[in-house]
């Protein structure tokens, strides 16, 4: 239950607040989507200042440590394609059906490009609140070590990944799934080493049925260094029925391996209920996802083949939210959008990920991920591609912004194929370069030319004349 924070006001004097840079676009939250937008609009030429609140970029990337894509490369393009290319170059990242990479290495790509593109970066601090006139942002306000400070930009593109901006100008939002609001649970991953993924490996390949059959979600390529492991369901289901895990645990997932040197993630905690954002909710799931990671080391070591010497590596710097508000734009994407893959006219995000049927989504708000009640638990879904239109990034009610990341306009199952890293990178590229054209042009991102913006995209790589909404041929696992 939520802590009310109602009952008492205090009032604030009003006061002065100093103006700290004056920019073209000003992008909030350096996560993948942040990433796309800064590099993007500061390539076209645009004054760019990028705020995050970590001490490094990467969001979902670094800080939650999602070390993995679930794309193969053949598939990326633009800025998410040249960090997975460098990442390969500096040997910290391995290529298959899946992408694994080191979280470490990721940063320090992030900051490289951002600053090749000539963005300035302000870290180390909290965007607070929207500065709103006549409808119109006209920047943010930010606290950081040197007090309460403005931002002031021509755009803003609210990549936090909670719509905070946008909800702060009164743009219309929706928070979870439309009919009962409830969000995807909540999760707390952490790596652990000493693994000996050759014995997991030979263990999955000897009880295939403890396993998704999905060749994108259970991969066990260890002679090429690319695992991805999804299931182990029996020991699991038996562990919770002992009461060593907590209950309605049915499956573990392995990911962002690194065979070498036998470190991966566990992506195994799961807290429902939770609203990520409100500051009280987040409290009690960390402490509640802690306490579970307890669970799940002692789990692993004794029952999972090659576990028998792991150890607590690191654990992520915070909760990892999955989902929050949607807002509303000029357009909702709908799943039936995603399905039938429609050539939106105003399309400028490429979209290619394997699908699961309608209405079958994973990280159900409904306890029963990997049950024997989740279809997804048998599903191999196709490959499939659709597009994301402009639309979805211009939100209602406010002028002078643009959001991107899993907070766009749509809905909550659409939000289930569009959320990947790699596809919110590719939102902020999309969103930069429109922020920075209408900057040139003397235009608002709401009237910029959208026939201009995909010119640019195109140039930079995005592909947005390929025929979608079929199925895909199964490209080579390189």
Not at 219 to 243: C, H, K, P, Q, T
Not at 296 to 308: A, L, S, T
Not at 400 to 407: E, I, K, T
Request: proline share 5%; charged share 25%; glycine share 10%.
């Amino acid at each position: 239950m939520s802590e009310v924070s109602h009952v008492r006001t205090v009032h604030e004097p009003a006061r002065e607040t100093p103006v700290a840079a004056e920019v073209d676009v000003l992008v909030a939250g350096g996560g993948p989507a942040g990433l796309g937008a800064a590099i993007a609009a500061a390539r076209e030429g645009a004054s760019t200042l990028l705020v995050e609140r970590n001490a490094f970029l990467g969001g979902a990337a670094t800080a939650n440590l999602v070390s993995k894509l679930s794309q193969h490369r053949a598939v990326l393009y633009g800025i998410s394609g040249e960090i997975v290319d460098e990442l390969l170059r500096r040997r910290a990242a391995v290529a298959g059906r899946v992408i694994n990479f080191d979280p470490e290495a990721f940063k320090k790509v992030a900051l490289d490009l951002v600053q090749d593109a000539g963005a300035r970066l302000l870290l180390y601090s909290w965007v607070v609140v929207p500065i709103v006139e006549e409808g119109a942002v006209q920047g943010v306000f930010v606290e950081n070590k040197c007090g309460r400070q403005a931002l002031l930009a021509r755009t803003v593109i609210d990549c936090t990944g909670d719509a905070d901006i946008a909800a702060g100008a009164g743009v219309p939002f929706v928070k979870g799934r439309e009919g009962d609001g409830k969000m995807r649970p909540v999760v707390l991953l952490f790596r652990v080493g000493n693994v000996d993924f050759h014995a997991m490996v030979d263990y999955a390949r000897r009880h295939p049925d403890q396993f998704s059959p999905d060749p994108n979600r259970q991969v066990n390529d260890i002679e090429r260094g690319v695992v991805r492991m999804w299931g182990f369901f029996d020991l699991v289901e038996e562990a919770s029925r002992r009461g060593e895990l907590p209950p309605d645990f049915h499956c573990l997932e392995l990911e962002g391996v690194d065979v070498e040197r036998g470190i991966c993630y566990i992506n195994g905690t799961e807290v429902y209920e939770v609203d990520g954002t409100n500051a009280w909710d987040l409290t009690r799931a960390e402490i509640e996802a802690r306490n579970q990671i307890s669970m799940f080391v002692d789990f692993v070591r004794k029952h999972i083949p090659g576990c028998e010497r792991a150890s607590v590596i690191d654990t992520a710097a915070g909760i990892g939210v999955r989902e929050t508000r949607h807002i509303r734009g000029e357009h909702i994407l709908s799943e039936e959008d995603c399905v039938a893959g429609r050539p939106f006219e105003d399309r400028v995000v490429r979209v290619s990920t394997h699908l699961a049927a309608p209405g079958v989504a994973v990280h159900n708000p409904d306890r029963k991920e990997g049950s024997a009640d989740d279809q997804f638990r048998t599903m191999i879904a196709e490959e499939r591609k659709f597009y994301i239109p402009y639309r979805c990034l211009v939100p209602q009610g406010a002028e002078r912004l643009l959001v991107a990341g899993r907070s766009i306009s749509q809905t909550h199952d659409a939000d289930g194929w569009t959320r990947s890293e790699v596809w919110c990178m590719g939102m902020g590229q999309a969103a930069g370069t429109a922020a920075a054209l209408a900057a040139a042009d003397g235009t608002t991102v709401r009237t910029v030319d959208i026939g201009r913006v995909q010119q640019l995209l195109r140039a930079q790589g995005v592909p947005l004349d390929e025929a979608v909404g079929q199925p895909v041929p199964e490209p080579g696992a390189s």
